[in-house]
């Protein structure tokens, strides 16, 4: 094991900082690292594995499309894609009919911004304070947190920043050059934030009123992690954009900007070489079938209510709030949570930060009331 840390140290360009064990497998709710210890994995690959590690269905049916054929152009049909395409518009809202398939989260936000633009012939848009839509320059422009950005300036122009739940904030910074606003409606990385129903609503009706184009923002969120297949459907809006990804593909690669008919762009205005592959789209497909099938969104529900409400229950000076909704919690301390993470390491339970003194807790939607319990029982242990 050391020897094969040393080879990822001395070659991999490490922009992360490394927790010290090295993962080998995983098996559910569970990683195994190389010297065969179990974690609960509470991070699920940053919100990716929501359907498990290793999962059996997911794994058959990117091996047998890897025996068919594993990379159709865009200038070309296919079946999966197709199948997919389909799906997506059944599990959304009425009005999103039309999907471009992309690798990931930022690249959904990127297309987004894109289309958004095109759509109204403006450049401008309005975002959260506390925001993260991605690491690349138009999705890094979108988001909120100066660490990410001050080093790469100049980002895209045109991107400001007003208090989520503040209507009043975010109308004063439209202009005549707004194209729209992005919104994520529990703001993972920025700590667990949840957007408040009556402002949501009303941002959605100045959005129809003025014809600006409302991007929600759910590649954390989506595919169950609130307990419903998505969060937006908490507030009883639709969204004009809905940018997903993360947990999607079950581990594979994969996102996607599912629009309403009002979106608009062109042939050859954009595109992707890798997405909407027939492995993410068979991925993604097996994904969202065990999900349905295995009443995850239910058990995210009742099990994210379960945890919270113990979480809660724990009678300690150091928490300042926990919150959340569904298996997306986060537990707010009155210091720095990274010595707690390790701590939490060393007993078994990987966690997330979400700011300095957040602890962010994404387990997998395959997690049971014994999981529940674990989780519990060592966050208690390690702030005793």
Known sequence: ??????????????????RGILIERGEGAYVFDSNGNKYLDCAAGIGVASVGHANKEITDAIYNQLQRISVVPGMFYNN????????????????????????SGTESIEGAIKFARYTTGKTDFVCAMKSL?????????????????????????????????????????????????????????????????EFVKKIRDYCTQNNL??????????FGRTGKMFSYKYYNIHPDILCVAKAMGGGIPVGAIICDNKIKIPLAKHGSTFGGNPIASSAALATIKFIEENNLVDNSKILGAKLLEKLKGIENSKIREVRGLGLMIAIELKEKVKPY?????????????????VLRL??????????IELIVEKIEKVLR
Not at 6 to 13: A, K, M, T
Not at 213 to 222: C, F, K, N, P, Y
Not at 362 to 371: A, G, R, Y
Request: hydrophobic letters at 40%; zero cysteines; glycine letters at 8%.
């Open 1 to 18: 094991m050391s020897n094969l840390k040393e080879i990822q140290e001395q070659y991999e360009f490490d922009v992360y900082g490394k």
């Open 80 to 103: 999966m894609k197709a199948q997919l395409l389909q799906k997506l518009s059944e599990i959304t809202s009425p009005n999103l009919k039309r999907t471009f398939l992309t690798n």
């Open 133 to 197: 839509h991605g690491r690349t320059m138009g999705a890094l422009s979108a988001t909120f947190k100066k660490q990410y950005k001050d080093d790469f300036l100049p980002l895209v122009d045109g991107f400001s920043f007003a208090p989520m739940n503040n209507y009043e904030k975010f109308i004063e910074k439209v202009t005549s050059k707004t194209a729209g606003i992005i919104l994520e409606l529990i703001q993972g990385e920025g700590g667990v934030n949840i957007a408040e129903k």
């Open 213 to 222: 184009i409302l991007i929600i923002d759910e590649v954390q969120t989506g």
């Open 341 to 357: 993470m390790q701590k939490l390491l060393d007993e078994g339970i990987i966690v997330l930060s979400a700011g300095i003194t």
């Open 362 to 371: 994404l387990p997998p939607l395959v997690v049971t009331e014994e999981d």
